[in-house]
């Protein structure tokens, strides 16, 4: 492979990496707080001081309380955010092992067998990208990741 090619290629992965750790890294913010919001709602609806607070209420919908923290914690068995915020935490660490050795190999491209490691890193984030398709694919979200990551690096080795 032609030097300048080389080099493209080691620059776009490791932005692509960055970007790939950075959103991985946003989604468990978000399972989070989204697995926390429900459990709010769960003890809001299931609390007594929110049966009292209605006491004078219809019954339909001092009925509706109980339903919904029924349906809140059926909801957060079947979702499993928690685990699924694991999951993209351990995928976001993975990534960020994967931009560091594309950056260690973007600073050393002129030494001896600097397209095999490559090589040898482009295979191990394939593992990352097969555990990462379980996820939503938010274009947006990752254009503004791409566009963080390629802002650090281009300040970085300017």
């Given at each position: 492979?032609?030097?300048?090619?080389?080099?493209?290629?080691?620059w776009d992965?490791?932005?692509?990496?960055?970007m790939r750790a950075n959103y991985f890294g946003e989604m468990v913010?978000?399972?989070?707080?989204?697995?926390?919001?429900?459990?709010?709602?769960i003890l809001v609806a299931s609390s007594g001081a929110a049966a009292t607070v209605l006491a004078k209420t219809?019954?339909?919908?001092?009925?509706?309380?109980?339903?919904?923290?029924?349906?809140?914690?059926f909801w957060l068995i079947l979702s499993q955010f928690g685990m699924l915020a694991?999951?993209?935490?351990?995928?976001?660490?993975?990534?960020?092992?994967?931009?560091?050795?594309?950056e260690r190999l973007?600073?050393?491209?002129?030494?001896?067998?600097?397209?095999m490691l490559f090589d040898?890193?482009?295979?191990?984030?394939?593992?990352?990208?097969?555990?990462?398709?379980?996820?939503p694919n938010r274009q947006k979200r990752l254009a503004h990741c791409l566009d963080q990551a390629s802002q650090i690096a281009t300040v970085r080795y300017a």
């Amino acid at each position: 492979m032609e030097a300048q090619d080389f080099r493209r290629r080691v620059w776009d992965e490791m932005l692509f990496a960055a970007m790939r750790a950075n959103y991985f890294g946003e989604m468990v913010l978000w399972y989070q707080n989204l697995e926390k919001w429900i459990r709010v709602v769960i003890l809001v609806a299931s609390s007594g001081a929110a049966a009292t607070v209605l006491a004078k209420t219809p019954d339909w919908l001092k009925l509706g309380l109980p339903i919904i923290a029924a349906a809140g914690s059926f909801w957060l068995i079947l979702s499993q955010f928690g685990m699924l915020a694991r999951e993209a935490s351990d995928i976001h660490a993975g990534w960020n092992s994967v931009e560091a050795r594309y950056e260690r190999l973007w600073n050393s491209l002129e030494e001896p067998g600097s397209e095999m490691l490559f090589d040898q890193i482009y295979d191990s984030a394939n593992a990352l990208s097969k555990a990462g398709t379980k996820f939503p694919n938010r274009q947006k979200r990752l254009a503004h990741c791409l566009d963080q990551a390629s802002q650090i690096a281009t300040v970085r080795y300017a």
